[in-house]
Nanobody, 120 residues
Framework: QVQLVESGGGSVQAGGSLRLSCVAS????????MGWYRQAPGKQRELVAV???????HSADSVKGRFTISRDNAKNTVYLQMNSLQPEDTAVYYC??????????????WGQGTQVTVSS
């Protein structure tokens, strides 16, 4: 099993910044992609950004130029630097990890979520 612990959420005014962190621990063998998703009230969960084990990144159009995803493989940690936050960025942000066990079993693990609230 792999456990994910997120931190860094909070409340900010429009134009502000936050940095989210997600640390993976437990029976880690090989982490492939690590990503951030978000879910606003009444809406479906959506991809925000993802980073592969090789460092390639992909971001949703709505956050390009404002959010940056990165990872530290030595620390099994993924970050999301969020700048120029807008009220529409308000959501619960979830970390997701694509993990492959030593036996070749592939699983996705989710964090518990961290609230980000942006006021106008």
């Amino acid at each position: 099993q792999v456990q994910l612990v997120e931190s860094g959420g909070g409340s900010v005014q429009a134009g502000g910044s936050l940095r989210l962190s997600c640390v993976a621990s437990g029976s880690i063998f090989n982490i492939n992609a690590m990503g951030w998703y978000r879910q606003a009230p009444g809406k479906q969960r959506e991809l925000v950004a993802v980073v592969t084990s090789g460092g390639s990144t992909h971001s949703a159009d709505s956050v390009k130029g404002r959010f940056t995803i990165s990872r530290d493989n030595a620390k099994n940690t993924v970050y999301l630097q969020m700048n120029s936050l807008q009220p529409e960025d308000t959501a619960v942000y979830y970390c997701k990890v694509d993990h492959v066990s030593s036996g070749g079993v592939r699983d996705n693990y989710w964090g518990q979520g961290t609230q980000v609230t942006v006021s106008s």
